[in-house]
C-alpha cells in the first residue's frame, strides 16, 4: 500500500463535513487505484475485478476490461467523452456497447513509462467570458 494510515485519516477529516466517506481499497498488481479502475458514467466503472477486492464497488454499474487487455480500465471521463487509449480496442469496444462516446487517443509513448490518461491529464472547466460593451 503507498497510503499509509495517516493519511487515510487526514482525508477522512477533510471530506467528512461535505458528506463524503473514505474507504481503503487494497489493490493489488498495480501502483493506483486508477489502474484498476476509473469512472466512466454516472454510476458506471470500468475495471479490472483481478486487481480489486471482490465487491469494492458492488454499488455500481461496471464494465470489465477484456482479459486481453488487463491494464485497460485506466479512461478519463470529460464532459460526457471518454478519453480512451488506442491500444485497447477490445475494451473500447465494451464501452461503446455501452454507448459511450469514446475519444480514441494514441497513448502509447505514455504507456512505455507506464503512463495513463489520468495521471498524464489535466483537466479544467472552461471559463465564461463576457463580450466587451462599448
Not at 458528506?19 to 470500468?46: C, F, I, P, Q
Request: charged share 20%.
Amino acid at each position: 500500500m503507498r497510503t499509509n494510515l495517516a493519511a487515510i485519516d487526514a482525508m477522512r477529516g477533510l471530506v467528512a463535513p461535505y458528506g463524503y466517506e473514505v474507504k481503503l481499497v487494497d489493490v493489488r498488481g498495480v501502483l493506483h487505484l486508477k489502474s484498476a479502475v476509473t469512472a466512466v458514467g454516472d454510476n458506471l466503472l470500468l475495471m479490472n475485478t483481478s486487481l480489486l477486492p471482490v465487491g469494492s464497488f458492488a454499488d455500481f454499474d461496471q464494465v470489465a476490461v477484456d482479459p486481453a487487455e488487463p491494464l485497460g480500465a485506466n479512461a478519463l471521463l470529460i464532459g460526457g467523452q471518454v478519453i480512451y487509449p488506442k491500444s485497447f480496442p477490445r475494451t473500447r469496444e465494451r464501452l461503446e456497447r455501452r454507448g459511450l462516446d469514446v475519444r480514441a487517443v494514441d497513448a502509447g509513448e505514455l504507456q512505455k513509462a507506464e503512463g495513463a490518461v489520468t495521471c498524464c491529464s489535466l483537466v479544467f472547466a472552461a471559463a465564461q467570458t463576457r463580450a466587451a460593451v462599448p
